[in-house]
């Protein structure tokens, strides 16, 4: 049985409070315990899943001091002390819904070599992911500029490459759930998001060094 039972309408509305103080209280006090619960419930699962121990991380927004944050999630790494540096998943809220990605961040630097490998050589093959709902690339690790995997082209693979070799940039995909879909209100979102992850995994398998998971 899950921890987690669901976000509640007023989860999503905390995002248009426009203080920066009053959204971080709401966020650390209603938001942040309902992202460990998602990481408790899900980390033993994604163990078993990558075939490795997975630990969940719960973001902080500890350097923020003026602009209150526009998201918040709970981040799945193979590191017990962060996650930045490694690929990592994300399931996180926002202001119009939930998502799950899976994400190398610019600071990635462990990962993102093998990642860079895998997409030069698999092309758009390394794009050919499935899920019922719709799989997107996008620019930034916040969910900026979505482009549907479904409408990848040569070219477009091509532009991702050049654009994820940039060194400040790093690379995401995923999918969301409207903040209306009822699976968000509900612990089924876990069984959900498990899926998602598992038709992910294979990008996550591919870029995480065999090596690395030795250690």
Avoid: C
């Avoid at 995002?15 to 650390?28: C, G, K, N, Q, S």
């Avoid at 709970?74 to 809220?93: C, D, L, M, Q, W």
């Avoid at 999918?175 to 699976?183: A, E, K, L, W």
């Amino acid at each position: 049985m899950y921890q987690f039972a669901g976000f509640a309408p007023d989860d999503f509305n905390i995002f248009l409070i426009p203080e920066f103080h009053d959204r971080m209280t709401a966020v650390r006090t209603h938001i942040r315990p309902k992202l460990a619960m998602i990481g408790e419930d899900l980390a033993p699962q994604l163990s078993d899943l990558l075939h490795h121990p997975i630990f969940p991380h719960t973001a902080s927004h500890a350097r923020r001091r003026v602009n209150p944050p526009d998201d918040t999630w709970v981040s799945f790494s193979r590191n017990e002390r962060g996650y930045k540096r490694f690929a990592h998943f994300e399931v996180g809220i926002t202001l119009n819904y939930v998502f799950v990605r899976f994400v190398v961040k610019r600071e990635g630097e462990d990962d993102k070599p093998q990642l860079m490998q895998h997409l030069r050589s698999h092309g758009i093959d390394a794009f050919r992911l499935s899920d019922p709902a719709p799989i997107y690339w996008y620019k930034d690790d916040h969910g900026v500029d979505p482009f549907p995997l479904s409408e990848i082209s040569p070219a477009k693979v091509q532009e991702i490459i050049r654009h994820t070799d940039v060194k400040s940039h790093g690379f995401t995909v995923g999918v969301t759930f409207d903040r209306t879909d009822p699976i968000v209100g509900t612990a089924e979102l876990i069984t959900r998001t498990y899926n998602v992850i598992a038709h992910l995994a294979p990008l996550y398998t591919a870029t995480v060094p065999v090596e690395a998971l030795r250690r």
